[in-house]
């Protein structure tokens, strides 16, 4: 299975806003609300920073908020500050047990 | 605190076996899913396999159905991973997550790197 869209790239100045989207089929996103999103520095392990579509971890900002819309979901970091600067990405439920990521996109703060 | 941690990796040839394995602490594995997911280097993530909170269900990513096998000790809290037939393509670094029912991924392992080369 191929994994979900995201556009390679996406960046912003600090204080501004920056939106991905991570696109997929109705067998996956659009199937249910169980798409998640990840945050990962370099060297280092994902985070997750949002579950079933838009529900925060204890601990993220409310600066990360995510939605979805038929096939696709999305990302929007609002107010980016430098540590913002990281690869996003998405997941999703897939049915029969299997997930699937998205390809990743990578947040540069100008 | 929950935790993941990953052990095992290494360098081996191809066509060779390797276990990697995933200690969990701060809960019992017969709560939660375990999920393995593999990242080669420079891509991006890469769902392989997954365990159910049963230890019974075991579910895996076209690419290494029929060469990988996930399974447990519980004894030991720890889940394990085990490669046969690698192949240079699962050259990764292999890391260990938390499954929830929403079908999130929490928290990660801190990986572990695999290298298959001759």
């Known amino acids: 299975q191929s994994a979900l869209t995201q556009p390679p790239s996406a960046s912003g100045s600090p204080g501004q806003s920056v939106t991905i989207s991570c696109t997929g089929t109705?067998?996956?996103?659009?199937?249910?609300?169980?798409v998640s999103w990840y945050q990962q520095h370099p060297g280092k392990a994902p985070k997750l920073i949002i579950y079933?579509?838009?529900e925060r971890p204890s601990g993220v900002p409310d600066r990360f908020s995510g939605s979805k819309s038929g096939n696709t979901a999305s990302l929007t970091v609002s107010g980016l500050q430098a540590d913002d600067e990281a690869d996003y990405y998405c997941s999703s439920y897939a049915g029969s047990n299997n997930y699937i990521f998205g390809s990743g996109t990578k947040v540069t703060v100008l | 605190e929950v935790q993941l941690v990953e052990s095992g990796g290494g360098l081996v040839r191809p066509g060779e076996s390797l276990r990697v394995s995933c200690a969990a602490s701060g809960f019992p594995l017969s709560s939660s899913s375990i999920h393995w997911v593999r990242q080669r280097p420079g891509e991006g993530l890469v769902w392989v396999s997954r365990l159910d909170r049963d230890g019974s269900v075991t579910t895996y990513a076209d690419s290494v159905k029929g060469r990988f096998t996930v399974s447990r000790d519980n004894g030991e809290n720890t889940v394990f991973l085990e490669m046969n037939s690698l192949r240079v393509e699962d050259t990764a670094v292999y890391y260990c997550?938390?499954?929830?029912?929403?079908?999130?991924?929490?928290?990660w392992g801190q990986g572990t790197l695999v290298t298959v080369s001759s």
């Open positions: 109705s067998s996956d996103v659009g199937a249910d609300d169980y």
């Open positions: 079933e579509v838009s």
């Open positions: 997550a938390k499954g929830n029912r929403g079908g999130w991924f929490d928290p």
